[in-house]
């Protein structure tokens, strides 16, 4: 092949190369959407906005906003990001539910968790806690199963149908042989404030949502999914001192772009997101709310979320939960 042939058959590779780093440079030219699938006041919707406004600051001149489009088990907004033009300009701000357990769990979900989209970046992890209402007579997991069997029949929050929260409730009930009755939200946020008022008997939540409400005496916690106590709740037992070691199942939250969003964006966001959860502002925060600073490379982020899809199929075929989509 001729030096002349060889380079008439790399420029379209040269161009497109050319055109990647173009608008990897440009962007962002234009607001930038953070769609989180769920209401305001949850605790991805709490990350969403740490994370986006250090986002702003770090690039002068942008605009990084977050999108509540909660519905259908997150599938409505997770949806959109999947459905939108692949240009940096709209993200998701997804978990565990949004991005490995509802290709578990949902019938014809509408978009798919892998293939549909770009990771960018793993940013947090957060444990989840099983509360009670301060006024409960259950002071520990044996105490509050053992009402459950005794006729006593329970009822239990989640912040939605299909949601991690339902999902090891559920396995709780399940491997407990309780009787009780799931009440599914529309989000943590009204969850919360019910199990607050005693309208249901227990929430499985994330310890952000709930952390300050704990250490305020309006919700008890009779178990958590930390590898050990924590040293600001001593008397509170992991699920592993109660009984319950399968409880123990983090949430993970991660930025993720449009499949075919192009890679000079999702570098420059990735790289991005480091210094942001290392940012004093941004680690203060998560350490007030309840999370844990858990950095990935969008290549590991990869590799990690295809490995949680399975995990996640192993633990809703305990539950025996489906949704329609």
Not at 182 to 190: F, L, N, S, T
Not at 231 to 259: K, S
């Amino acid at each position: 092949m001729t030096p002349r042939r060889s380079l008439f058959l790399a420029l379209p590779a040269l161009a497109a190369a050319g055109r990647a780093r173009a608008q990897g440079e440009a962007w962002p030219s234009r607001p930038v959407r953070i769609v989180v699938a769920y209401p305001p006041g949850g605790s991805t919707d709490l990350l969403a906005r740490a994370v986006a406004e250090q986002l702003q600051a770090g690039f002068p001149g942008s605009s990084f906003l977050v999108e509540n489009r909660p519905g259908g088990a997150a599938v409505v907004g997770t949806q959109a990001v999947a459905t939108a033009a692949p240009d940096g300009t709209t993200l998701a701000l997804g978990n565990n539910q949004t991005h490995a357990a509802n290709a578990a769990m949902v019938r014809d979900l509408p978009y798919r968790p892998v293939e549909d989209f770009a990771p960018i970046g793993r940013l947090a992890e957060v444990h989840h806690a099983l509360v009670v209402p301060a006024t409960s007579p259950a002071r520990t997991l044996a105490e509050l199963a053992a009402r459950g069997k005794a006729g006593g029949k329970l009822t239990y929050a989640s912040s939605g149908v299909g949601s991690a929260s339902h999902v090891i409730a559920e396995s709780f009930v399940k491997r407990e042989g309780l009787d009780a009755t799931h009440v599914p939200y529309r989000g943590g946020a009204q969850a919360t404030t019910d199990t607050v008022a005693g309208v249901v008997d227990f929430f499985v939540s994330t310890w952000p949502q709930v952390v300050q409400l704990v250490q305020d005496g309006r919700l008890r916690c009779l178990g958590i999914g930390a590898p050990a106590r924590l040293p600001a709740l001593p008397e509170v037992p992991t699920f592993a001192e109660a009984g319950a070691p399968f409880m123990a199942v983090d949430a993970w939250f991660g930025l993720f772009a449009p499949a075919r969003t192009p890679e000079a964006v999702i570098g420059r966001l990735s790289a991005a997101l480091p210094p942001v959860l290392a940012a004093p502002a941004v680690a203060g925060r998560l350490a007030q709310m309840g999370f844990s600073p858990a950095p990935m490379g969008a290549a590991e982020f990869a590799a990690f979320q295809r490995a949680e899809v399975a995990r996640w199929r192993d633990l809703v075929a305990l539950t025996g939960i489906r949704i329609e989509g």
